[in-house]
């Protein structure tokens, strides 16, 4: 395929930054305390064009709009599904080198590892003991997964869901910014934390989705009608062409990026190492407060 852009390619993306721009989402409130920012990724090394434009294009804006920011690498949620260590611990890394290289900043927002907070699976269990078994199995992705996979999946694979509810409460997040395949568990989120402040008092504030918005990424994936390619002036072939070559053109300085912050390992691994201390410090009071509500002190 041609990597030179042509004028149609260019018109192309001029169309779809206007789209872009037309549909981006409601601007989020002024800097406040008491609002936080809380979002995950599953360590899949290089990020997808979903996971770009479903999240990390969103949380790059995210980390000059709010004061407080955390962004996770969620090794545990990733194990739900079967993992060689060593690829794993690489795609740790990776992942890293690439949310760097997309624009997270460590100074404006708190990267971390998961697995690092122990506080996240401690917080799970006490949700998890709040959650009815049907309502995990009647979730999509559970349902989807389960089909596809063609087995009965593990009972991680059913209750991650509430650790990712548990990711969210355990630093009392206000808002948490993900593309519309989390609503469901969104929903859950805000179940549980409603659930609980019923039963203990008013605790954690019920986290709001900020949703990306996907219209601009089913363009990009070419799934708009043909009249829709008509109306930007070009046929399906050519749309997708131009597709494919301003992709290109988007990604290749974070590439170039990603690959110069992967040479340097052991900078990826002190970011961690710091942003998980940051984080540790923000979850330990709260999960202490949730221990004496629940009577463990
Ligand atoms: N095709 C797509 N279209 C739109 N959005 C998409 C697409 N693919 C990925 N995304 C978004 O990218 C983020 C990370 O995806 P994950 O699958 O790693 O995302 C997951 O597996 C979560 N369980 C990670 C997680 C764990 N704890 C959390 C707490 C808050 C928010 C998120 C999390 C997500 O926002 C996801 O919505």
Redesign the pocket.
């Known amino acids: 395929m041609a990597l030179h852009i042509t004028r149609k390619a260019r018109g192309c993306w001029s169309f779809i930054r206007a789209l872009h721009k037309a549909t981006a989402p409601a601007p989020a409130p002024e800097k406040d305390g008491m609002e936080r920012i809380?979002?995950?990724?599953?360590p899949?090394g290089i990020?997808?064009?979903?996971?770009y434009?479903?999240?990390?294009e969103s949380w790059v804006k995210l980390q000059d709009e709010y004061g407080s920011v955390l962004y996770?690498i969620?090794d545990l949620?990733s194990i739900t599904a079967p993992q060689d260590p060593a690829a794993l611990r690489q795609s740790i890394l990776d992942m890293t080198a690439a949310l760097l290289a997309c624009g997270i900043s460590p100074e404006k927002s708190t990267l971390f590892q998961?697995s690092q907070v122990s506080e996240h699976t401690q917080l799970s269990w006490i949700l998890t003991c709040m959650v009815r078994l049907p309502r995990l199995q009647h979730l999509h992705q559970w349902k989807a997964k389960t089909t596809t996979q063609k087995h009965d999946g593990t009972v991680g694979l059913l209750t991650?869901?509430v650790?990712?509810a548990a990711?969210?409460l355990l630093y009392k997040s206000t808002h948490?910014?993900?593309?519309?395949?989390?609503v469901q568990?969104m929903e859950l989120?805000q179940d549980l934390a409603q659930g609980f402040n019923k039963k203990y008092g008013e605790f954690f504030p019920v986290p709001k989705s900020i949703l990306?918005d996907?219209i601009l990424?089913k363009y990009y994936m070419c799934q708009v009608s043909v009249s829709e390619h008509k109306s930007a002036g070009l046929d399906t072939a050519r749309y997708k062409l131009a597709v494919a070559e301003a992709v290109i053109e988007k990604f290749a300085p974070i590439k170039g990026e990603i690959e110069k912050l992967k040479m340097d390992k052991g900078h990826l691994e002190k970011v961690l190492q710091i942003g998980s201390a940051k984080a540790k410090e923000l979850a330990c009071p709260v999960y202490q407060e949730v221990k004496k509500l629940v009577g463990f002190l």
């Open positions: 809380f979002s995950g990724i599953q899949t990020p997808h064009l979903g996971n434009l479903g999240a990390i996770s969620v949620h998961q991650y869901p650790l990712q990711d969210i948490v910014p993900v593309g519309e395949d989390q568990h989120v990306t996907i990424k």
